[in-house]
């Protein structure tokens, strides 16, 4: 089960840099702006800041659960577990405050939570002997 376990954590890591990239880096592009529901200049500005910040938390998650599965690979198990887990799990939770918070956003919710629910589910899996 590790195998399918780094398989979802490389996608959730993968997920949330591809969100930082958009959050942070292209906020302005009329793309990003589509994708979440930004419609007009003024607003796109008025968010950026927010929308910067943010990014970074999705990158910070990424590298998490990548660092955690470097760990883990490498023979640090336990730090790379905690790691793994710490970071999947936040991106779960974060994924079901956002569902929660705005049901309308439950697709995007669910794109963010889906790939790290597996993972811990196989990562628990792969580790239970």
Do not use: C
Request: proline letters at 5%.
């Amino acid at each position: 089960m590790l195998i399918p376990a780094m398989v979802f954590g490389t996608l959730a890591a993968a997920i949330h840099l591809y969100i930082f990239v958009l959050e942070s880096l292209v906020w302005d592009r009329p793309a990003t702006r589509k994708a979440f529901g930004i419609r007009t200049d003024a607003e796109a500005t008025a968010t950026r800041p927010m929308a910067f910040n943010q990014g970074f938390y999705n990158l910070f998650l990424a590298i998490l659960v990548a660092l955690g599965m470097v760990l883990y690979l490498a023979g640090s198990t336990v730090a790379g577990a905690t790691l793994f887990f710490a970071g999947t799990g936040s991106m779960v939770a974060a994924g079901l405050v956002l569902l929660l918070s705005s049901p309308k956003l439950a697709k995007a919710a669910f794109v963010q939570l889906t790939a790290p629910a597996l993972g811990i589910i196989f990562g628990l899996f792969a580790l239970t002997p």
